[in-house]
T-cell receptor, first 116, second 114 residues
Framework: ETGVTQSPTHLIKTRGQQVTLRCSSQ?????VSWYQQALGQGPQFIFQ???????GRGNFPPRFSGLQFPNYSSELNVNALELDDSALYLC???????????????FGSGTRLTVV | AQTVTQSQPEMSVQEAETVTLSCTYD???????LFWYKQPPSRQMILVIR??????QNATENRFSVNFQKAAKSFSLKISDSQLGDTAMYFC???????????FGDGTTLTVKP
């Protein structure tokens, strides 16, 4: 059983640009959540996807958007990057949907995004 | 709104000793789960222990146990026989069963000293 894979591991972007981060869920997992973790802070919930539909969203502006594909891989897109978007972005997958509530997450190692 | 507060930014413990990490939370929901996650320098979050809010019995996982005080909204983690590999950042988290929203604390950096 493979784990959760995120790509790229590190990324540097310029303010105002757009970025796409990718997450390959663990085999059989149909639920994926994305988190933003600023340096020295805990992860902040961005949104969750279940069977290709958004299933919950945290307090993030619309320029943070996502997709989940039929194979349950996922993307996080951020438009009009700001300096404060610099953070570690974590993806976590689980299946079936209720398992994530009971803690059946598998986290990836994250993408470190730096906005300059 | 739900909040999770970890009041100890950093802690240290001697190898083989016991340490307790504190966590308090607030939620208006009655159905929720509480978790402790470990994040080593590799960055990958690892589930340490979970507690279902409707269960009064404190969860235990080998050397890890919790003290869950629902009325006080407190959820502390006790690590017994600390090992060097326990050195990591520890996060307390709450998941609202109904809304599916998860909230993490800001973490406690634990250092186990030889």
């Amino acid at each position: 059983e493979t784990g959760v894979t995120q790509s790229p591991t590190h990324l540097i972007k310029t303010r105002g640009q757009q970025v796409t981060l990718r997450c390959s869920s663990q085999s059989g997992h149909n639920t994926v959540s994305w988190y933003q973790q600023a340096l020295g802070q805990g992860p902040q919930f961005i949104f969750q996807y279940y069977r290709e539909e958004e299933n919950g969203r945290g307090n993030f502006p619309p320029r943070f958007s996502g997709l989940q594909f039929p194979n349950y891989s996922s993307e996080l897109n951020v438009n009009a990057l700001e300096l404060d978007d610099s953070a570690l972005y974590l993806c976590a997958s689980s299946s079936p949907q209720r398992e994530w509530v009971s803690g059946g997450y598998t986290f990836g190692s994250g993408t470190r995004l730096t906005v300059v | 709104a739900q909040t999770v507060t970890q009041s100890q930014p950093e802690m240290s413990v001697q190898e083989a000793e016991t340490v307790t990490l504190s966590c308090t939370y607030d939620t208006s929901e009655s159905n929720y789960y509480l978790f402790w996650y470990k994040q080593p320098p590799s960055r990958q979050m690892i589930l340490v222990i979970r507690q279902e809010a409707y269960k009064q019995q404190n969860a235990t996982e080998n050397r890890f146990s919790v003290n869950f005080q629902k009325a006080a909204k407190s959820f502390s983690l006790k690590i017994s026989d600390s090992q060097l590999g326990d050195t990591a950042m520890y996060f307390c988290a709450l998941i609202n069963t109904n809304a599916g929203k998860s909230t993490f604390g800001d973490g406690t950096t634990l250092t186990v000293k030889p």
